[in-house]
């Protein structure tokens, strides 16, 4: 199926025909794929305010899963559903499963950082930690007793390449990751959670502070990723999910509006909703 | 409204007020302790510098009479209060220090001015400084060897064989210290290990095969005392003749003398070698004459050892309780009322925590230690008993608020995200603590420390009932194993000031040591502070964080 996608860039929303198109030709919808997350009636509240409302979908393994809706729709919050991050904060009450290939993540007994070391995750804030460059990189690793130093120099190399960080660091890998710009940083959150090869990335805008050609090539890196990983992606940029996603959710005050396949969406959304939000009707 | 009124108002209004308050209150605390630092300063560090020796011929009413000695203050006394109130002004009066205790009484003595008839300062006065007694004031007047006389007069000659004579006898002194160090304190802690082995076996039934040891440590015992009789004679050989200044003449022997100096007679460059050398001696002997003469030092031992084993305990205990009331436990109104007891803590008052350090670490944890593990020591307490550990524990308890609170502080402010961002990397709370959390709030916590070790260091109340003592027979370390003895008592500097100033004696002779006691501990606990503050500026170079 990954042979099948596009460059990066292109816009696919204006291409015509299914990208991921299924097996037999008909377009791909999420159901037919093979689930990597099962969402099922997913509700939660932050201190008995509800953010997520009976939220159902699967996001298929080796897919790219774009999250839309407008600010302070839930997206985050489903996102943190996800490795259950949302665990730590106080008062917070979730309801509905999660299951991550068929088992269910919320159940007692998870082992619960093995889970999030299987589901990585990129914050909406860079949040470097305060060591060095090469550090940050290297302590998901480092937590994996058994990597020898050489190998951990390759993961981190190949970590900084992939997130187009390499040429940048390359000679301050020991300085503090704090000095860098809030563009690299982002990069650096790339890198730092790709290095311990997630089966699940979760990226929360990872592009919202880069330049045009860092963000073409932070696409291109979810483009390849996308071919070993499920990866969940939550944008603001319509032509960037247009342009890195398969599939496509619409959130919008915490509830699931619209689910499917991102060209069928992008050309005929079958919400009015949907519709208005994707052009900038919205609001 | 008119235009001065607007302008007044906006002055009121503008908050330039409350500025020049706050810089006020600053400026008078600042001056306040710059102010008394630069008094104990002035007053502790001037007691070192070889005073000038005045010889004074006044006249009482009586007659003509010289004294001689240094002079130690001038007051103007209220002529109200005198005997003979005269004609109503203020009479000037000056205290000189006589010395020669124990030959004249008293050694102080209060002059009129008006009384004065001359002052001089002859260059042969000598002063000795002597093992006991305090100063002695005269003229040399000549040397001898048991009753025979070897050298007259006072002229350089003599002078030149007196200081050899005493650069003899502090050979000597050095040498029967050493063996006392060396051999007789180890023999005697041998004899005393053997008591104690012999009693052990008795308890446990077993038989007695300790004779011979017993019979060698004797031996060896009464091979080193007859050399120690051998060098305290020769230190008995030599004495020296003074004419002191009502006419006298004394005979003061050399194994009690110091040193001689004549202040009046010395160049630049020997007063500041004499006043190094009496700063050195102060800082590095033992004190002598119930305190009030000789050196501080087992006392900086002390209060240096208790603060730092104070740290050591303190430091983990307070970062463990923080670690669990902030990152573990529940957040609720239990930990609300923890938190409220834990800042109340630091208000009680130290006498108490000595109070409960005695009761609870001496007797009751000190105890069962000695019925444990000591029972062939009983009836004498071994740890039951006030000591350097219980005075470290207590201190760690008295002072475990103020890290608890300044862990917690430093750990508030770690932000969530980097939290999260370490426990999405699969990193499990405890792996984020050690990695993460803990070396970030590492500042935090040694700032923590640091007010704990101001606060201990300068704390004597509960001291005084769980392990510090007046004069400590043996420093907490020695070459006895186990080397540390932490259940010995020590002497501290705190103690010391109130001792030597309020305690002795002779409180007028002690109280230049008395300042420059507390300026000991005040630098003491700048150094302390220096070091720790030095150690958490590194630290925050490193863990500097971006807010947010
Ligand atoms: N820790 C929290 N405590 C309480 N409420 C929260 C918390 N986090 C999020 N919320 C609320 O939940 C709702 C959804 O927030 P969320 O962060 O998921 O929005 P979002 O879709 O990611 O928005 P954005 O696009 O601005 O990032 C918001 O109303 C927000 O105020
Ligand atoms: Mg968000």
Redo the contacts with the bound molecule.
């Keep these: 199926m990954a042979t099948e996608r596009k460059d990066p860039g292109n816009d696919r929303a204006a291409s015509d025909g299914p990208a991921a198109g299924g097996v037999d030709g008909a377009p791909a919808s999420p159901e037919r794929e093979t689930p990597c997350l099962e969402v099922r009636d997913l509700s939660l509240s ?2 008995g ?1 509800p ?2 409302s009976h939220v159902s979908l699967t996001i298929p393994r080796r897919r790219v899963t774009a ?1 839309i ?12 559903c996800l490795n259950r991050l ?1 665990d730590l ?1 106080d ?2 009450r979730v309801s509905g499963s999660v299951t991550l290939n068929g088992m269910d993540i919320y159940r007692r007994g998870v082992d619960v950082a093995d889970l999030r070391r299987r589901v990585g995750m990129v914050f ?1 804030q860079p949040n470097p930690f305060p060591k060095s460059v090469y550090e940050n990189v290297a302590y998901g690793l480092r937590l994996q007793r058994g990597i020898a130093r050489s190998e951990m120099d390759d993961r981190v190399e190949w970590s900084l390449k992939s997130a187009a960080l390499w040429d940048e660091v390359r000679d301050r890998l020991n300085e503090t990751a704090l000095e860098l710009s809030g563009g690299q940083q982002q990069r650096l959150m790339i890198a730092r959670a790709i290095a311990v090869r997630p089966d699940v990335l979760l990226l ?2 990872p592009a919202s502070a880069l330049d045009p050609i860092s963000t073409l090539r932070i696409e291109e890196l979810i483009h390849q990723l996308g071919a070993e990983y499920t990866i969940a992606i ?1 944008t ?1 940029n319509m032509q960037q999910a247009a342009r890195v996603s398969d599939y496509t959710a619409f ?1 919008y005050m ?1 509830e699931l509006v619209e689910f499917g396949n991102t060209d069928g969406m992008f050309l005929n959304p079958a919400k009015q909703q949907t519709e208005d939000y994707i052009t900038g009707r919205y609001g | 409204m008119p235009a001065p009124d607007t302008r007044r108002t906006s002055w009121w209004t503008s908050g330039a007020p409350w500025v020049w308050l706050n810089a006020g209150a600053v400026g008078l605390s600042v001056a306040a302790v710059l102010g008394l630092v630069g008094l104990i300063a002035a007053r502790g560090l001037a007691h070192f510098w070889p005073a000038e020796v005045l010889e004074i011929v006044h006249d009482d009413g009586t007659g003509r009479a010289s004294v001689i000695g240094e002079l130690a203050g001038i007051e103007f006394a209220d002529p109200e209060l005198l005997p003979d109130p005269g004609s109503g002004t203020p009479v000037e009066r000056r205290l000189i220090k006589t010395g020669n205790r124990r030959v004249n009484a008293p050694d102080f003595r209060w002059l009129d001015r008006a009384a004065i008839v001359s002052e001089r300062r002859p260059a042969d006065l000598v002063v000795f400084e002597r093992m006991e007694w305090g100063n002695a004031y005269g003229r040399l007047r000549g040397i001898f060897e048991h009753e025979d006389r070897v050298v007259h007069g006072s002229d350089a000659q003599a002078w030149t064989a007196l200081q050899q004579r005493l650069a003899r006898v502090a050979a000597l002194r050095e040498e029967i210290a050493d063996l006392q160090a060396s051999t007789i304190d180890s023999i005697n802690y041998e004899l005393e290990e053997l008591r104690l082995e012999r009693r052990r076996r008795a308890l446990d039934g077993a038989g007695f095969d300790l004779d011979w040891r017993e019979r060698s440590l004797n031996e060896e015992y009464t091979r080193v005392e007859a050399r120690l009789m051998d060098l305290v004679r020769a230190l008995e050989r030599d004495a020296v003749e003074v004419e002191i200044m009502d006419g006298r003449r004394v005979r003061i022997e050399l194994r009690d003398v110091l040193r001689a100096w004549r202040p009046n007679a010395m160049s630049r460059v020997e007063q500041i070698t004499h006043y190094m050398a009496s700063l050195w001696d102060f800082l590095s002997e033992e004190p002598r004459e119930a305190n009030t003469e000789g050196g501080v030092f087992p006392a900086i031992f002390g209060t240096v050892m208790m603060v730092l084993i104070m740290s050591v305990l303190v430091t983990p205990f307070g970062v463990i309780a923080a670690v669990y009331l902030h990152e573990y436990a529940r957040q609720g109104a239990l930990v609300r009322l923890i938190r409220i007891a834990v800042n109340n803590l630091a208000g009680v008052p130290g006498i108490v925590y000595g109070v409960f350090g005695l009761g609870f670490f001496v007797y009751l944890v000190g105890g069962t230690l000695d019925d444990l593990f000591y029972p062939e020591a009983r009836p004498a307490p071994t740890f039951g008993t006030p000591g350097l550990v219980w005075a470290s524990l207590t201190l760690a308890l008295l002072t475990v608020p103020v890290v608890i609170v300044s862990t917690e502080e430093g750990l508030a402010r770690i932000p969530r995200a980097i939290r999260e961002g370490s426990l999405a990397l699969g990193a499990t709370k405890a792996e984020t603590l050690f990695r993460i959390i803990l070396p970030v709030a590492s500042p935090s916590i040694l700032t923590g420390v640091i007010l704990a070790v101001a606060r201990a260091a300068g704390e004597v109340a509960p001291l005084m009932l769980v392990g510090v003592v007046k004069l400590a027979p043996a420093l907490p370390v020695d070459g006895n194993p186990p080397f540390i003895h932490l259940e010995r008592k020590f002497m501290h500097l705190g103690f010391h000031i109130y001792d030597v100033g309020f305690q002795s004696p002779n409180v007028e002779a002690a109280r230049p040591l008395v300042y420059a006691t507390a300026l000991l501990l005040i630098g003491i606990i700048v150094v302390l502070n220096l070091t720790a503050i030095m150690l958490r500026n590194r630290l925050e170079g490193r863990y500097r964080f971006i807010e947010g």
């Design positions: 932050y201190g305010v953010a997520l999250f809706g407008p600010s302070g729709c839930g997206k985050s919050t489903l996102l943190r949302n904060i008062g917070v909406q929360d805008e939550v603001h959130l915490g």
